[in-house]
């Protein structure tokens, strides 16, 4: 409060300073000029006597001049003191004014029109608080809203992941499980929900993975085994139960999934390496066995190769640094999970690209256990394996396995 009066203080100060000089110069004027002209009548005044006292001859010249000259050094000492004077009577009430007009018209525009209470920091602090209160009973108005929405349309799966979601995040982990479970009922396949669910349910029941929470784990890998959270959360799971090198076949997979520069990457990595020590195996650095598992093709012909290209119209929409996921699936099963899978950039693009069975996601699924596939490149802007609207995307006609020369045009926008 000290400071912000001060401030105020000096700013009405500034405003004086331009308002006094002028009323005080136009007071110094007025006055200087009534004195002036009064003494000037006088001296035309007694001028005219002494012209005619001259002309009767009562004064001869000489003393007519030293007369004149005495009366001209009068009006000039008359006029130098008029300037030198005090301000009159109402020039002194217009600065008296102003002195007390300023300041309070400042204050008071203040009072009406700014923020007093931010003069009090105990009020401040109070109105701080009760924003946040505000804050807090609008998320659970907003929760309570969608929880009566839902009574209404029961079956928005959306909505209940939606519900399950607020829940988490305030912290009813119980009734946050319980809404992800009614919307994995009814969307059973949705491999993103059920990873949640599963998160959620773990949280539930103290951090333990084991029991439903892993069940419902494998079950997201099933609809979906390249999504990064399921996988995460399965290498957490085998870990918990000390299956280490189930948890390194996990995250492994996952590491092919993930931008080379996340930092969500080199936590994936310290945690291959600590399942690695627990195992016992010497650590050999997760980014280097994943770079040679990427870039060796394995023995026999189960590989498929070729190149992918982006459509030139297409070209504006995209940043080199969006993500390019290159993809084999049983052509027998094209809704299936990839049986093969690789991560660029498009600055990589074109890319001539092999795959084979090292490249697969699950250790049960590879290039070798079909003879047909169909193989295809998308880019994600969000970096996500999984296919969304907007994604750019492009497919080969069904090839058999060992095929090269695939030729991939990424030309068509996810719907």
């Known amino acids: 409060m000290t400071t912000f009066l001060i401030i105020a203080v000096l700013l009405i100060a500034i405003a004086l300073l331009f308002i006094l000089p002028t009323l005080l110069g136009r007071s110094r004027r007025d006055g200087s000029s009534s004195r002036s002209e009064a003494n000037l009548s006088i001296y035309r005044d007694q001028l005219r006597e002494l012209d005619a006292d001259l002309a009767a001859g009562t004064l001869n010249q000489e003393q007519y001049q030293e007369a004149r000259n005495e009366l001209e050094g009068r009006l000039l000492e008359d006029s130098s003191a008029s300037e030198e004077e005090a301000t009159p009577s109402s020039g002194r009430w217009m600065i008296i004014a102003a002195l007390i007009t300023v300041p309070a018209l400042t204050i008071s525009l203040y009072w009406l029109l700014g923020?007093?209470?931010?003069?009090?920091?105990?009020?401040?602090?109070?109105?701080?608080?009760?924003?946040?209160?505000?804050?807090?009973?609008?998320?659970?108005?907003?929760?309570?809203?969608?929880?009566q929405k839902l009574k209404a349309q029961p079956n928005d799966a959306k909505g209940w992941a939606m519900l399950g979601n607020s829940y988490g995040v305030l912290g009813r982990f119980n009734a946050s499980a319980a809404a992800y479970g009614r919307a994995a009922a009814l969307a059973p396949d949705n491999a993103q929900l059920l990873a949640d669910y599963a998160d959620v349910l773990a949280m539930a029941q103290g951090k333990n993975f084991q029991g439903e929470p892993e069940a419902i784990i494998q079950q997201a890998l099933k609809a979906d085994p390249a999504n990064i959270k399921a996988l995460a959360l399965a290498g957490s799971a085998a870990f918990q139960r000390k299956d280490y090198n189930a948890a390194i076949n996990y995250w492994q997979n996952l590491v092919k999934l993930l931008p080379a520069d996340s930092d969500f990457l080199r936590s994936v990595n310290g945690s291959i390496t600590q399942a690695q020590k627990l195992a016992g195996l010497t650590p050999a650095g997760a980014e280097a066995a994943t770079s040679q598992v990427q870039n060796q093709p394995a023995s026999g012909n189960a590989t498929v190769s070729g190149t992918v290209n982006l459509d030139p119209g297409f070209r504006a929409r995209v940043a080199d640094?969006?993500?390019?996921?290159?993809?084999?699936?049983?052509?027998?099963?094209?809704?299936?999970?990839?049986?093969?899978?690789?991560?660029?950039?498009?600055?990589?693009?074109?890319?001539?690209?092999?795959?084979?069975?090292?490249?697969?996601?699950?250790?049960?699924?590879?290039?070798?256990?079909?003879?047909?596939?169909?193989?295809?490149?998308?880019?994600?802007?969000?970096?996500?394996?999984?296919?969304r609207p907007g994604d750019l995307e492009g497919l080969s006609q069904p090839v058999k396995i060992g095929a090269s020369g695939i030729a991939i045009k990424i030309d068509t926008e996810v719907k």
């Open 321 to 387: 640094t969006d993500t390019v996921f290159v993809f084999a699936r049983d052509a027998a099963v094209l809704h299936g999970p990839p049986l093969a899978t690789l991560r660029k950039t498009v600055k990589d693009l074109p890319l001539t690209f092999t795959m084979d069975d090292s490249m697969a996601i699950m250790p049960n699924m590879k290039l070798s256990s079909a003879s047909r596939v169909v193989v295809g490149a998308r880019i994600s802007k969000a970096g996500n394996a999984t296919t």
């Open 115 to 147: 923020k007093p209470e931010g003069l009090k920091p105990h009020l401040q602090t109070a109105e701080v608080g009760q924003s946040q209160g505000a804050t807090q009973a609008q998320i659970e108005a907003m929760v309570s809203g969608l929880e």
